[in-house]
């Protein structure tokens, strides 16, 4: 057992029952800066601050009364004192030693924690400099610690916020259910934001709430796990939240007007071309205004689309090629019993610079197709087809079962204003077209898009 004591990294020093040293170690000698032979036959009290040798005998002797193992810390801020006067912070364990001769001895473990003092006194230190409200909390929801900013943030002297529940800085109509929350978290603790979607909410001495985003960390102590709430106060930041949804809303406000002005601009173009082909007698001119009518009105749509929608970035293109079909359907005498149009199309969004180009060119597609691919009363079907690829790629076809282009057509040459078009905006859109001539007939474009 000597041996063993003599080996301890910890100052270890027995007291006989009248508290006189009987034997001390290496430890001791260091820790203390007394030789042995110094502290041999002393009373124990030598060793502690004057401050508090007063006390010490009675404390001795309960301990002698209770006579148990009692492990270091025991709650109170122990010190010791330096040969040379200077004290300095310890944690003590006790053991009681009994023999039959001389009775009860007790056995004492002394550990410096100057080391561990000064670092909660840096954590202190940075705790009260912390810009945010700053409040510890033990497992009963007390209130052991709290800073200037916390302070400043409800408006309570700290001597008015220590020892008080944790739910004096909440509203009322949230404090019944806050014990609850805080349990589940102590049962599962981590270093995480509070609140986890919802909005929460101090209360200041005045009763007035405030908005607060909060943090939590669960610290263990010698007194057991303590929990560290971080508080900001984001009043300003809703406000910013606010002003910016509001300058949100007046630029979808604005947004809408305007997609709602250049449709009735559009529509109006669209009436003008067809009151002046009411005055020419010529029909040749006259289908060249009617597919000049149909390209306005297609952009009319995706105006029309962006007005009614409420993402005044993307569109729906599904539904306008449903819009376009049915207008296209009234303008050239569509008869649906001969001629169906069947329309299968992914519900896929898409930029307003993809959307028009490629609207312009489904117009010219699908006008060719009804113009052209039924002559004398023929029936058949167009198909048009929109799906969204795993690569990314946009897949849209237009085909029919009609008679196909001519053999003697040379799509790449062509003096056709429709196919040319085509061809121009789907480089546009750095889309890839592909034509098949007939059996069917089908315009096929893989449309990148970005991701």
């Known amino acids: 057992m000597l041996l063993a004591v003599e080996a301890?990294?910890?100052?270890?020093?027995?007291?006989?029952?009248?508290?006189?040293?009987?034997?001390?170690?290496?430890?001791?000698?260091?820790?203390?800066?007394?030789?042995?032979?110094?502290?041999?036959?002393?009373?124990?009290?030598?060793?502690?601050?004057?401050?508090?040798?007063?006390?010490?005998?009675?404390?001795?002797?309960?301990?002698?009364?209770?006579?148990?193992?009692?492990?270091?810390?025991?709650?109170?801020?122990?010190?010791?004192l330096h040969k040379n006067g200077q004290e300095f912070p310890i944690e003590v364990g006790l053991n009681p030693v009994k023999t039959e001769r001389d009775g009860t001895f007790v056995l004492a473990a002394i550990v410096d924690i100057t080391d561990r003092k000064h670092a909660e006194e840096m954590i202190l230190l940075a705790v009260e400099a912390s810009p945010n409200g700053m409040v510890m909390t033990d497992q009963q929801g007390k209130i052991i610690l709290v800073n200037s900013t916390t302070e400043e943030l409800f408006g309570y002297k700290r001597q008015e916020l220590l020892g008080q529940s944790i739910e004096i800085l909440i509203p009322v109509a949230h404090r019944a259910h806050h014990p609850e929350l805080r349990n589940e978290y102590l049962e599962n603790p981590s270093a995480r934001a509070m609140g986890h979607g919802r909005d929460l909410y101090g209360l200041d001495k005045n009763?007035?709430?405030?908005?607060?985003?909060?943090?939590?960390?669960?610290i263990q102590t010698p007194?057991?796990?303590?929990?560290?709430?971080?508080?900001?106060?984001?009043?300003?930041?809703?406000?910013q939240e606010a002003l910016l949804k509001s300058a949100l809303k007046e630029k979808e406000?604005?947004?809408?007007?305007?997609?709602?002005?250049?449709?009735?601009?559009?529509?109006?173009?669209?009436?003008?071309?067809?009151?002046?082909?009411?005055?020419?007698?010529?029909?040749?001119?006259?289908?060249?205004?009617?597919?000049?009518?149909?390209?306005?009105?297609?952009?009319?749509?995706?105006?029309?689309?962006?007005?009614?929608?409420?993402?005044?970035?993307r569109i729906d293109f599904s539904s306008f090629i449903q819009l376009l079909t049915d207008n296209l359907s009234i303008s050239y005498a569509l008869d649906a019993e001969k001629i169906v149009i069947a329309i299968d199309a992914d519900q896929v969004h898409l930029p307003i610079d993809i959307s028009i180009p490629l609207a312009l060119i489904l117009n010219e597609l699908c006008t060719n197709a009804m113009k052209y691919a039924f002559p004398r009363d023929r029936k058949g079907k167009i198909k048009i087809y929109l799906?969204?690829?795993?690569?990314?790629?946009?897949?849209?076809?237009?085909?029919?079962?009609g008679v196909g282009i001519p053999g003697d057509l040379d799509i790449e040459n062509t003096t056709s204003l429709g196919l040319q078009l085509v061809q121009l905006l789907s480089e546009q859109i750095s889309a890839e077209l592909t034509i098949h001539r007939k059996k069917p007939t089908c315009f096929t474009l893989k449309v990148p898009l970005q991701q």
Do not use: W
Not at 223 to 239: F, P
Not at 387 to 401: A, R, W
């Open 8 to 80: 301890s990294p910890n100052g270890m020093i027995m007291t006989d029952c009248g508290g006189k040293i009987v034997m001390v170690n290496s430890a001791t000698e260091k820790l203390f800066g007394y030789t042995r032979q110094e502290l041999i036959g002393h009373s124990v009290e030598k060793l502690i601050p004057e401050r508090l040798r007063h006390n010490h005998p009675n404390y001795r002797q309960a301990y002698l009364n209770e006579s148990q193992t009692r492990s270091m810390g025991h709650g109170r801020d122990l010190y010791g």
């Open 207 to 218: 009763g007035k709430e405030f908005p607060v985003e909060v943090g939590l960390n669960p």
């Open 223 to 239: 007194r057991g796990r303590m929990v560290l709430a971080s508080v900001i106060d984001i009043t300003e930041r809703k406000q």
């Open 253 to 313: 406000i604005l947004l809408s007007e305007i997609h709602h002005r250049v449709k009735n601009n559009l529509q109006i173009i669209d009436s003008l071309l067809g009151m002046q082909s009411e005055k020419l007698p010529d029909e040749t001119t006259v289908s060249v205004l009617k597919e000049s009518q149909n390209r306005v009105k297609s952009m009319a749509l995706i105006h029309q689309i962006l007005y009614e929608s409420l993402d005044f970035s």
């Open 387 to 401: 799906k969204l690829q795993t690569s990314g790629q946009l897949l849209v076809s237009v085909s029919d079962n």
